[in-house]
C-alpha cells in the first residue's frame, strides 16, 4: 500500500483516541466486530496490529478545522464522525458486493457473520451522529445535519452501483452520479466539516465542501484508472483487477459511450458473462485506451484538481492549510500510475 | 390484527405525511423499497391499500408533546424520526432473522434483494437524523442525539438476541437486559420526544422516559404471552408460533430458571434441534405454566404497568394527555388473551 505524506500521519493518532472512546461505548459484541474492521483487534479480540484505513477523512476533517481559523481539535469529533460513517459504508457494501476482502485482511462479515456485520455497520452509522452531537461549539446540529444528508446521497450512490450490475446500458453521466454519491460526497462532508462545527461563514464552508466534491470525483477517477493500468506494488490488487471484476469504472464508461469501433468490441467482450483471461484483459484495457477512455480519465482527474483549488482560493484558508490540502489533493491523485 | 383506540387513529394521518415528505427525498431505488416497506406501494411500485403499521411510536411522540404544554405538531419531526427509526430496524431484523413475512405482506429483502433491504434501512436510519435537525424549536439537537443513543441500545438488544441462538444457557436478566434494548428503548424515546423538541424541563422528559421503558417492557411481555397462549384471530400468527420457532421469550426465561423437575423437562424438549408436533408445543405449554413462567409474566407485566403509571404521574400531564397514555398503556398490555 502506499503511505501517507507525513503531515497526514500525525492524524491517526489525534482520531484514534476519539474514535476508540467512541466506539468503546458500544455493547461488547458490536464493539468487537468494529474493533476487528478498524484493524485494533484481530477476530479472537486479541491485540492487532495492521489493517488500519489511511486516514484520510479525519484528515481533511481537521484541516478544515484550520481553514477557518480554529484548532484543529475543534474538528476531533468531526472527524471520528466522517470515519465512523465511511466505516458503516464499508461495513455494508463488502456485505452487498460480496467482497471477502478489506485491507490484506478478511471482511468483518466473513469472520462475524453477515448479522452481526449489519448491525456494526448500524451501531457506526448511528454513533457518527452521536459523537457529533455532543460536540462543543456552534455547529454541531448543523454538522451532523450535513453528515445525515451526505449519507443520504452516499446512500444514493451505492443503490445507483447496485443498480447498474443489472442494467445493459448505462451512461458516463449516470456513472459520474454514481460517483459523486458513493465517493465524494463524504470527502465534500469532510472537507467542510470542521469549518461548520467552528461556526464558520457559510459561504467559507461551502466552498470547502465544493473543494472536497471536486478532490472525491478526481480520487475516483486516479482510482479507476489504478484498476485497470496499476501495478500490484501500487495498488495492492492484482494487476487488471477492475477489468477482472467487470467493473463499470469511468474510463470504462467514457470508453463504452465513444461510438468508436473500439467500443463496440469493449461492450461485446465486457458483457460476456464469461471470465477473461489475461490475453483478453490486456486486449479490454487496449480497447479502452484506443476508444479514449484512458486519455479522457486523465484529462478529467486533471480538471477536477484544478476545479478543487479553485475552490479552496474561495474559502480563503491560512497559507500553510492550504499547503496542505493541496498536498493531501496531490497525493490522492497522482499515485504513481 | 388488533386495532388502536380511536385517539390513535388520527395520528397516523398526521404523521404520514410528514413520513411521506421524509421518505420522498430517497432516491427513486431506495424510496421504492421503503415505500414497500409503509405499506404505500406494491413490489411493481403501484399503490397498495393495507400493510401499514399501527403507528403506535409517533402516537407516543405527539402525546409526548401535548404532555409538555405543547401542541402535538411540535413533535411532528420526533414522531416521523421515530417511526423511520422502527422501519429501519424492522428491515434489518427481518434480514438477520431470515423472516420473510411483515405484517401479513412479504418482507423486503424477499422482494427486492437483501442488498437494497440493508440500504434501505441504513437509509432510514439518516433519514430519522436529518428530519429531526431540521425541526424548529430549541430541543432539536438533544431529541436527535437522544434518538441515536437510543439506536445504540436497540442494536445492543439486537446483537444480544442474536448471540442467544448461539448459547446453552440464558439469564432471565439477560433476556430483560435484551427486551430493555430492542423493545423498550425506542418507546422510551418516543415518550419523551416530543417534551424534548419543546424544550420542556429535563425532569419531565426524563419521567416521560421511563414511562415509555416501563411501558415497553409490559408489551414485549405480553407480546410473549400472546406468542405462546394467544390465538390467530388476536395475533395474526399461527397458535404456539413462539414455542415453534424456539423463541426465547421471557416466559420461558423465567420457566427455564425456576429449577423445577419441570424446568429440566423444558430444558430438554426446547434444546431439541428437531421441530415438535402439536402435543409436544402443548406439553411445553404446560411445563412453562407449571414452572411459574406465565404467572411471573403476568405479574411482571402488571408491576411494569404500575410503574409506568407512577413515572407518568411524576410527568404531570395534563388530565387529558395522561388519559390518553394510559390508554395506549392499557391498549398494548391487555390485548385479550
Known amino acids: 500500500m ?24 458500544l455493547d461488547p459484541r458490536t464493539y468487537r466486530v468494529a474493533a476487528h474492521h478498524f484493524g485494533w483487534a484481530q477476530a479472537d479480540g486479541r491485540p492487532a496490529t495492521g489493517g488500519q484505513g489511511k486516514a484520510l477523512r479525519p484528515a481533511l476533517a481537521l484541516l478544515s478545522a484550520r481553514a477557518a481559523g480554529a484548532a484543529p ?63 462543543p461549539g456552534p455547529g454541531a446540529a448543523t454538522a451532523a445535519r450535513n453528515l445525515a444528508a451526505t449519507t443520504r446521497r452516499l446512500i444514493a450512490g451505492q443503490s445507483l452501483d447496485l443498480e447498474f450490475e443489472t442494467r445493459q446500458k448505462i451512461t458516463l453521466d449516470e456513472c459520474l452520479a454514481m460517483v459523486e454519491g458513493k465517493t465524494a460526497a463524504l470527502l465534500a462532508c469532510s472537507c467542510s466539516i470542521g469549518a461548520v462545527l467552528t461556526g464558520a461563514p457559510e459561504p467559507v464552508c461551502a466552498a470547502l465542501d465544493a ?17 485497470i493500468w496499476g501495478d500490484t506494488d501500487t495498488t495492492g490488487k492484482p494487476t487488471m483487477s477492475d477489468l477482472r471484476a467487470r467493473k463499470l469504472s469511468l474510463p470504462i464508461a467514457a470508453a463504452l ?29 487496449r480497447l479502452v485506451e484506443a476508444s479514449g477512455g484512458r486519455a479522457w480519465a486523465e484529462k478529467e482527474a486533471r480538471l477536477r484538481v484544478e476545479r478543487a483549488a479553485a475552490h479552496l482560493d474561495a474559502a480563503a484558508p ?20
Open 2 to 25: 502506499t503511505t501517507l505524506p507525513v503531515s497526514m500521519t500525525g492524524t491517526r493518532e489525534l482520531v484514534d483516541g476519539a474514535l476508540r472512546a467512541a466506539v468503546g461505548r
Open 73 to 135: 481539535e475543534a474538528a476531533l469529533p468531526g472527524a471520528a464522525a466522517v470515519e465512523l460513517t465511511h466505516a458503516f459504508s464499508l461495513l455494508h457494501d463488502d456485505i452487498m458486493d460480496g467482497d471477502r476482502v478489506r485491507r490484506h485482511r478478511p471482511a468483518a462479515w466473513t469472520v462475524f457473520g453477515e448479522p452481526a456485520a449489519i448491525l456494526a455497520g448500524d451501531a457506526l452509522l448511528a454513533l457518527a451522529s452521536e459523537v457529533l452531537l455532543e460536540a
Open 211 to 227: 473543494f472536497g466534491a471536486e478532490l472525491g470525483v478526481a480520487f475516483q477517477l486516479v482510482d479507476d484508472l489504478l484498476g
Open 257 to 285: 459511450q465513444a461510438g468508436t469501433p473500439e467500443s463496440a468490441r469493449l461492450q461485446m467482450l465486457y458483457r460476456r458473462p464469461v471470465p477473461s483471461g489475461t490475453a483478453e484483459l490486456e486486449e479490454i484495457a
Open 318 to 337: 491560512p497559507d500553510d492549510v492550504r499547503a496542505e490540502f493541496l498536498r493531501i489533493a496531490d497525493f490522492v491523485t497522482r499515485r504513481d500510475h
